[in-house]
C-alpha cells in the first residue's frame, strides 16, 4: 500500500462537517468507526470519548486545507508539522493481504501507529498521509471545493493542477449556477438595450414633427 493513500484518512474526516450548511455527522461513536473502513481492529478501539476528540483533530486538520487552499504554505505546513509531532507513527514493511501469483507476500509500506487511543491512531495516519502528498504533489494540492456553499476538501491528482471541486456533482451545479447566471446578464442587458431604444423613439418623432415647414 502507498503511503500517500492514507492521504484520504484526513479527507474523509474533514468532510464529515459541513459548516456553511450547518450539517456535522460526526455525533456518535458510530460514525467515528465508520472513518476507519475496512480498519476494523483499529475501529474497535473508539469509544464516546472519541466523537469529541476527532472533532477537535478535524477542526485542525481543516485549518491544514484552509491554510493551503489561501496561499499560505508556510502555515499549512506548520499546522501539519504540528500533528505530527503530537501524533507520531512508526513505517513498517507489511505483506498482508497481498500475494502474488507465487503465493509470496508483496512487501509494501505500511504505516503503524501505537495509540493509547482510537483518535490517536486515526489521527497520526492522516496527519502523515496527508503529508506524503503534500510533499509528493505540492500544498497547491489541498483545496477547499469552490462551489458555494459547499467547503468540502479535497486532493488535487489532475495532472495540470486544474481541480476546484470536490466532486463531480459540485461541478456540475457550479457550471449551470454560472450558465444561469450569464444567461441572467444578457437578459438583463438586453431589457436595458430595449428600454434606452423606446425611451429615444418619442425624442426623435418630436424632432420630425417641428422640422414640418407646413408646422403640422
Not at 81 to 92: K, M, T, Y
Not at 98 to 103: H, Y
Not at 161 to 175: E, G, H, K, L, P
Request: overall charge neutral.
Amino acid at each position: 500500500m502507498e503511503l500517500a493513500y492514507y492521504s484520504d484518512y484526513a479527507v474523509r474526516l474533514v468532510n464529515t462537517e459541513e459548516p456553511a450548511r450547518g450539517k456535522d455527522v460526526l455525533t456518535s461513536i458510530e460514525a467515528v468507526r465508520a472513518l476507519f473502513g475496512a480498519n476494523q481492529s483499529a475501529a474497535r478501539r473508539a469509544t464516546e470519548a472519541d466523537v469529541t476528540r476527532f472533532r477537535s483533530v478535524r477542526a485542525r486538520l481543516r485549518a491544514v486545507f484552509e491554510a493551503a487552499d489561501g496561499g499560505d504554505e508556510t502555515l499549512a505546513v506548520d499546522l501539519l508539522n504540528s500533528l505530527l509531532l503530537e501524533f507520531p507513527v512508526s513505517p513498517q514493511i507489511s505483506g498482508h493481504d497481498f500475494r502474488d501469483d507465487d503465493g509470496r507476500p508483496l512487501w509494501h509500506m505500511h504505516l503503524a501507529d501505537h495509540p493509547s487511543n482510537a483518535t490517536a491512531g486515526f489521527a497520526a495516519i492522516a496527519a502523515m498521509g496527508l503529508a506524503f502528498h503534500l510533499t509528493e504533489y505540492g500544498v497547491d494540492r489541498l483545496g477547499l471545493c469552490e462551489a458555494p456553499p459547499c467547503r468540502n476538501a479535497y486532493l488535487d491528482t489532475s495532472t495540470n493542477r486544474s481541480r476546484r471541486y470536490c466532486s463531480d456533482r459540485c461541478a456540475t451545479r457550479a457550471n449551470v449556477a454560472a450558465y444561469r447566471a450569464r444567461k441572467r446578464l444578457e437578459a438583463d442587458r438586453a431589457e436595458s438595450t430595449g428600454r434606452a431604444a423606446d425611451s429615444a423613439q418619442p425624442t426623435t418623432a418630436g424632432t420630425e414633427r417641428r422640422s414640418d415647414p407646413r408646422g403640422r
